[in-house]
C-alpha cells in the first residue's frame, strides 16, 4: 500500500469524507478480461494486430475511443465504425449474459455492506454504456444510490464531468467523495474534480492516485477514512 501525496490538512480543515463513487469496470467487477476477448475477436476478424497489453491502454476509454486506438490510425467510414462498434458490444453482451453476483471482484460485497451501515453514499461512474446493465447483473443496484456514465455528460474521462455529475447528484461536493479507479484516464478525471482517490491495481496506470491498493479485498471504511480523510483533495 503506497500513499503519493502527503500534503495533509491540519485537524480543523479536516471534514470527513461522506461518499464513494467506484469506477464499474476492473474496480467492481473483471469485465477487462471480457472487453479484451470481445476486442480480440473483433481485431482478428479485420486483420488488425491486437494483444493483450494493448489492451491495457484501452483502461477507462470509451468504446468509440478503444476502436479509435486500435485502428491505429487507420481512416474508416462512419457506416463501418458504428458496424464494428455495434459488433463489438454484440459480443460483449453475450459475456454480460454470464454475469451474476459471484463475478463480484473480491471484497467488494463486504465493503458495500460496511458503507452502508457507515451511512456513506455512493455511485458508479463509468465509461460504459452497458452500466446499468452490469450493475443489475452483479445484484448491486440496492447498494448504489446514483448509476451515471460519460453519456450523461459532455466530456469523457479523463475530464473531471462524470465524477462531478456524480457528487452534485448525491448532493455532495468533490472534496466530500473518494473516487476507486483502475485506469489512469480515471484517475487523471477524479484528479480534475479535486476529489480524493484510491487507484487499484498496477502503478503504472494509478501511480497518480492518493492511496494504491491491489484490490477492495479487506477493505474498510474506516481504513480509507483514517487514510485519506486528513489529505487535502
Ligand atoms: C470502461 C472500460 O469502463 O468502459 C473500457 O474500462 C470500455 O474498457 C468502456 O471500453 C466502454 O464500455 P462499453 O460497455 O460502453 O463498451
Ligand atoms: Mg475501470
Given at each position: 500500500m503506497t500513499r503519493s501525496r502527503s500534503d495533509a490538512l491540519s485537524p480543523v480543515d479536516c471534514r470527513p469524507l461522506r461518499g464513494v463513487i467506484f469506477d464499474m469496470?476492473?474496480?467492481?467487477?473483471?469485465t477487462i478480461e471480457f472487453h479484451y476477448q470481445t476486442w480480440q475477436r473483433l481485431a482478428d476478424e479485420e486483420g488488425i494486430p491486437f494483444n493483450r497489453h494493448a489492451n491495457e491502454a484501452l483502461r477507462g476509454l470509451s468504446r468509440r475511443d478503444s476502436l479509435l486506438r486500435l485502428l491505429q490510425g487507420r481512416v474508416l467510414p462512419e457506416s463501418k465504425l458504428q458496424e464494428l462498434l455495434d459488433r463489438k458490444n454484440r459480443y460483449f453482451r453475450s459475456f454480460i449474459e454470464t454475469m451474476t453476483a459471484d463475478s463480484l471482484l473480491p471484497g467488494v460485497r463486504p465493503f458495500l455492506d460496511d458503507l452502508r451501515e457507515a451511512g456513506i453514499k455512493t455511485a458508479v461512474a463509468s465509461a460504459s454504456q452497458n452500466v446499468y446493465v452490469v450493475i443489475e447483473k452483479l445484484g448491486i443496484a440496492p447498494d448504489i444510490d446514483i448509476i451515471t456514465n460519460v453519456y450523461d455528460v459532455d466530456r469523457p474521462k479523463p475530464a473531471p464531468d462524470v465524477f462531478l455529475y456524480a457528487a452534485q447528484q448525491l448532493g455532495?461536493?468533490?472534496?466530500?467523495c473518494v473516487v476507486f479507479e483502475d485506469a489512469e484516464s480515471g484517475v487523471e478525471a477524479a484528479r480534475a474534480a479535486q476529489m480524493r482517490v484510491v487507484g487499484l491495481g498496477d502503478a503504472a496506470q494509478?501511480?497518480?492516485?492518493?492511496w494504491i491498493l491491489p484490490?477492495?479485498?479487506?477493505?474498510r471504511w474506516h481504513h480509507v477514512q483514517g487514510t485519506l480523510g486528513a489529505i487535502a483533495p
Open positions: 469496470d476492473g474496480v467492481l467487477t473483471d455532495l461536493g468533490p472534496e466530500d494509478v501511480g497518480a492516485a492518493d484490490g477492495l479485498e479487506g477493505i
